[in-house]
Structure formats: C-alpha cells, structure tokens
C-alpha cells in the first residue's frame, strides 16, 4: 500500500524561517527568509525526515545569538521607520482635512458677508 499524502509528506526541506518545500533549491531562495528569518537570508535547509542540513550550514547558538541581536536591531529600525512614514502620512492627512475644512468655513463666511451685504442693501 501507497501512501495517501504522497504531497505532503513531500514537503520535507525547511529552511531557515521554517518554511517547508518539496525541493532543496526552492528551500534555499526562501523569499520569506529575507523577513522572517534573522539571517536576512536562507542561511540553511534541512531535511526534515533525516534532520540533516542539506543547504547552507547550520549555526551554533552563539551565532545564532549573535545574529538574532543583530536582527532584532534592525526589525526595531525597520519598525521605526515604518511608524515614522505612518506619522508622516497622518500628518499629511491631517493637514488635508484642516485644509478642506478651512474652505467650508471660508465659503460659508463669503456666503454670509454676502448676505450681509444684501441685507445692508435692502436697508
Ligand atoms: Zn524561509
């Protein structure tokens, strides 16, 4: 008998991140490495069936460490910016609707003073 999930079970390579694939080349230009994993890079991949590294090199924990330090800066730093071109798109945003309510009010003043002008004219 032949195994059901032939598919599934075929998808044995992970990479870095943890993506799994069903081929080492796919696992080695993971594209979500480059965001999720701290390497910034498919740094391995693994057989899943044998645990063995099949790509790349496998890191210690002190590399790991290391670079997970690193990463977490640069998360920080992506995140600040990101927030910082939220604030600034906010700001734009902001000044936009004061903008659009400026010229209701000043429309609605013009429409007054005319009325004014009408009434002072009647009188
Ligand atoms: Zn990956």
């Known amino acids: 008998m032949t195994t059901s999930s032939f598919d599934s ?4 390579f992970e990479c870095c991140c943890g993506e799994r694939f069903n081929n080492v080349r796919a696992a080695s230009v993971c594209k979500k ?4 994993s701290v390497w910034g890079y498919t740094k391995y991949v693994i057989n ?3 645990d063995e590294v099949v790509d790349g090199e496998m890191p210690t924990d002190e590399e790991y460490k290391a670079q ?3 990463a977490e800066k640069r998360w920080a730093h992506e995140q600040a910016t990101w927030q910082q071109e939220q604030d600034e798109e906010y700001r734009y945003w902001a000044a936009e609707q004061e903008a659009k309510a400026e010229a209701v009010i000043e429309a609605e003043e013009d429409r007054l003073f005319e009325l004014q002008d009408k009434m002072l004219g009647l009188m």
């Open 9 to 12: 079970s075929s998808y044995i």
């Open 33 to 36: 490495c480059r965001n999720y």
């Open 48 to 50: 899943t069936e044998t």
């Open 68 to 70: 997970e330090a690193l």
